[in-house]
């Protein structure tokens, strides 16, 4: 799965993201590209669990394109 987060904009922030993923999955990848503000997710966790996850992380998630 992608996601568009606009508002990741840093190091710092690519951690948190990955950090509240890995809260619903510790195995899942996570891949993000800061310069497109894109996070590619592998998990066995479903998507509603990981956007959810995202949002009360602050990191309010767009489907990726």
Do not use: H, W, Y
């Not at 996601?3 to 899942?28: E, H, L, R, W, Y």
């Not at 891949?31 to 066995?44: A, C, F, M, P, Q």
């Amino acid at each position: 799965m992608q996601f568009q987060i606009d508002n990741m904009a840093c190091g710092g922030c690519a951690t948190n993201v990955t950090k509240a993923i890995q809260s619903v999955d510790p195995q899942a990848k996570v891949d993000i590209d800061l310069s497109l503000k894109r996070v590619t997710v592998e998990s066995g966790a479903d998507q509603s669990a990981v956007t959810a996850v995202l949002e009360k992380a602050g990191f309010p998630p767009r489907r990726a394109a």
